[in-house]
């Protein structure tokens, strides 16, 4: 794979076969699917939010639970909603729940729509085990030349992956090839739609972030294309910036308004993730640094209370024991509760009813090439590659 931040990237076919009825070899599937490349585990601010505990009256012992959100946007984005990872303890966590990216040539105008909801369950979020994690999510290539990309900035955009040939060489047929931008190579400025200016620090794991939200980007993405498929030294000066053609609107200009039912999910076979495609692509096991945390911990001690009589011991004894925090954790997980429960009911089936409890509780662009003596351009063979290229490219398109 290439590390162009700005041009091609080579895939296998088979490593993006990963994503369930993708196939790269099929002209409409390849042709018809740009990639976004997503930091899928990002939540707002990455830590716990505040937490206000009270007891009303008297020492009843009842505690009332109030989360404080401080999610810009949570309540008046026109189409994120929320997403809240909240266990039963004080670590809690929010985000935006979709990701919506359309397609239409104008803000009052979208033709075409795709809202993709967010993955990941609690012990999978980076405040938990600190994995970065990444992968690509597909969103449709506008069918209608005039049609931009419309993204809505809620999740943290890394780059962005547009089809450029289904069989990237002669000599390597099990490969294709993307035109790439690295939201991550380089701090751009970008213009809005009343004419003023935002600048993106891009950051090392997040790339754009999750501070933008008020943002809709729209792309023009035949013209990125081209210019992403051109050598450098063949566009005129002003083509030479792809990012000229990213504009913001704020969200709410941009006339859908919806929120939900998801058409996508960023899960396992709905992606494509980016420790497969390291592994897959060089031939080495590649996976997530983590901080080594094991979630079945609490799990463990808990059987291990039992086999000496803790079983006996009121529920509230041995959550105390090994931490309500990292039980209440556990128990909360919507992706491991089954699991556990079914793991502590054959082992310590006492505790198990205890815990149950508690959890309920191209031509435009280039250059005039010069001339030899000849009449030859001497940069005809590559320009006219390149045009080729883009030709076949906006032909499958269209």
């Given amino acids: ?5 700005e041009g091609d990237v080579w895939f296998l076919h088979d490593t993006l076969r990963q994503m369930k009825g993708f196939d790269p070899a099929n002209d409409n599937q390849f042709y018809g699917t740009i990639f976004l490349e997503v930091a899928t585990n990002a939540v707002w601010k990455n830590k716990a939010m505040t937490v206000h505990r009270s007891a009303g009256g008297k020492n009843t012992g009842v505690e009332k639970r109030e989360h404080i959100s401080t999610l810009p946007l949570a309540d008046s984005h026109p189409r994120a909603g929320k997403q809240t990872f909240d266990p039963d303890v004080r670590s809690w966590y ?3 729940k979709f990701l919506t990216v359309m397609t239409g040539p104008s803000p009052d105008k979208i033709t075409a729509h795709k809202q993709i909801h967010g993955g990941h369950d609690y012990s999978s979020l980076y405040p ?3 994995a970065e994690r990444v992968a690509l999510v597909p969103v449709p290539y506008p069918t209608t030349k005039g049609d931009y990309l419309w993204i ?28 790439r931008l690295n939201f991550r190579a380089r701090d751009v400025t970008v213009k809005t739609d009343s004419g003023q200016t935002v600048t993106l620090k891009p950051d090392p794991w997040m790339g754009w972030g999750l501070e933008h939200a008020k943002w809709t980007a729209r792309l023009d993405i035949f013209v990125i294309a081209t210019i992403l498929a051109m050598p450098d030294h063949l566009l005129k000066k002003e083509y030479t910036d792809p990012y000229q053609f990213i ?16 058409e ?4 396992p076979g709905k992606m494509i993730e980016w420790d497969w495609i390291m592994s897959h692509e060089h031939g080495v096991k590649v ?9 079945l911990w609490a799990i463990k001690m808990l059987i291990g209370l039992a086999a000496v009589g803790a079983g006996t011991i009121p529920m509230i004894g041995p959550l105390v024991s090994v931490g309500v925090q990292l039980v209440g954790d556990a128990l909360t997980d919507p992706g491991s509760f089954c699991n556990v429960h079914s793991l502590l009911s054959a082992k310590a089936p006492g505790v198990a009813t205890g815990l149950t409890g508690y959890a309920m509780n191209v031509k435009g662009y280039v250059k005039l090439p010069k001339t030899t003596s000849t009449g030859t351009s001497t940069s005809a063979r590559s320009g006219n590659r390149a045009e080729h290229i883009n030709q076949k490219t906006e032909t499958t398109h269209l």
């Fill in 94 to 96: 929010e985000r935006y």
């Fill in 287 to 295: 996976t997530y640094k983590t901080n080594g945390f094991d979630q």
């Fill in 247 to 262: 504009q913001f609107f704020p969200c709410e200009n941009i006339q859908l308004k919806r929120i939900g039912p998801d």
């Fill in 264 to 267: 996508g999910i960023m899960n």
């Fill in 152 to 179: 809505d900035l809620t999740y943290a955009l890394r780059g962005i992956y547009i089809p450029k040939l289904k069989s990237a060489h002669p000599k390597y047929t099990n490969c294709c090839r993307y035109s």
């Fill in 128 to 130: 938990q085990d600190e």
């Fill in 1 to 5: 794979m290439s590390a162009s931040p």
